[in-house]
Antibody, heavy 112, light 110 residues
Framework: EVQLLASGGGLPQAGESLRLSCTAS????????MTWIRQAPGKGLEWVSA????????YYADSVKGRFTISRDNSKNKVYLQMHSLRAEDTATYFC?????WGPGSLVAVSS | MLAQNPLSLSVTPGQPASISCKSN???????????LYWYLQKPGQPPRPLFY???SRYSGVPDRLRGSGSGTDFTLRISRVEAEDVGVYYC?????????FGQGTKVEIE
């Protein structure tokens, strides 16, 4: 059974940093591009970032480019989202996964 | 960009429902797959995958739901709405970066 669990959310202040982690199991992790999407309170879904299976290619939404960094450790079946210079508009529940499966989210609430 | 219509839907149990998703660019890839997905999200939960490649069902998706369309125009149809179908439905394109979602269609039971 595929399982994805995001962690690391919290209540940072504007300008601070936070790192989200996602632990995956139940599939061959290194074979999959992994993705972060987010959902602001009461809003729709927004794609944030993706990383190829080997970690060589990374992709970012314009809204986070230059502030967020995605990475992965295939030996630990983990993907990370390092977030810097957080803004109030980054407040959202962050989900990790792939189009075929999204795990429970981790809430990031940035106070200004 | 993906445009969903309607943005909300109130349906009598047992009646059909239909949601449209239109793209401003063709989602057909040169590999033959159309990168259009459908999801259902319930409050406090992650999006649940329903369809990929327009009409291919993920495991556990009931036959009452059907995805159709091609190129730029897509439709999710529910033949007979049941209580478990309530939630917000999203289409998503996964061919162009950034991947984008439709605005969501909230389905309620009358």
């Amino acid at each position: 059974e595929v399982q994805l669990l995001a962690s690391g959310g919290g209540l940072p202040q504007a300008g601070e940093s936070l790192r989200l982690s996602c632990t995956a199991s139940g599939f061959t992790f290194r074979d999959y591009t992994m993705t972060w999407i987010r959902q602001a309170p009461g809003k729709g879904l927004e794609w944030v970032s993706a990383i190829s299976g080997d970690g060589d290619k990374t992709y970012y939404a314009d809204s986070v480019k230059g502030r967020f960094t995605i990475s992965r450790d295939n030996s630990k079946n983990k993907v990370y989202l390092q977030m810097h210079s957080l803004r109030a508009e980054d407040t959202a529940t962050y989900f990790c996964g792939a189009p075929s499966n999204w795990g429970p989210g981790s809430l990031v609430a940035v106070s200004s | 960009m993906l445009a969903q219509n309607p943005l909300s839907l109130s349906v009598t149990p047992g009646q059909p429902a239909s949601i449209s998703c239109k793209s401003n660019r063709s989602l057909l890839h040169s590999d033959g797959q159309t990168y259009l997905y459908w999801y259902l999200q319930k409050p406090g939960q992650p999006p649940r995958p329903l369809f990929y490649d327009v009409s291919s069902r993920y495991s556990g998706v009931p036959d009452r739901l059907r995805g159709s369309g091609s190129g730029t125009d897509f439709t999710l149809r529910i033949s007979r709405v049941e209580a478990e179908d309530v939630g917000v439905y999203y289409c998503m394109q996964g061919i162009f970066l950034p991947w984008t979602f439709g605005q969501g269609t909230k389905v309620e039971i009358e």
